[in-house]
């Protein structure tokens, strides 16, 4: 069915150069994203580097329940189950300490350039 579809677009030309223009304009500005894993007992990597305008996932991946919470109340997640996630997008350069509010010796930061 689907190459039904592409043989069928590719024999109308104006939507094929329309989408392909159009695929290089989303190619231009990539959604910037990170990730962060949680497990056994920490964030990893404990420290990361990101553009202003990145989006950072963290996952628990350990087989308890975590947060993510920033020491300056920029960011807090609900308590994340395994397997779940938590987003948070950094609009302005800084660095952005936070912690586990359940396990507080659980550490890590977010700079923004």
Request: hydrophobic content about 40%; aromatic content about 10%.
């Amino acid at each position: 069915m689907a190459s039904l579809i592409a043989t069928g677009l590719m024999g109308l030309g104006g939507i094929t150069s329309r989408h392909k223009s159009y695929a290089a304009s989303a190619q231009e500005k990539p959604a910037s994203a990170a990730e962060v894993k949680i497990d056994n007992f920490s964030f990893g990597p404990m420290a990361i580097t990101v553009s202003v305008g990145t989006t950072v996932t963290w996952i628990n991946r350990d087989d308890i329940p975590h947060t993510v919470v920033s020491t300056d109340k920029v960011f807090k997640s609900k308590v994340l189950d395994t397997d779940e996630k938590f987003s948070f997008t950094f609009t302005k350069p800084g660095e952005y300490p936070y912690f586990c509010s359940i396990h507080p010796k659980m550490t890590g930061k977010v700079v923004v350039q």
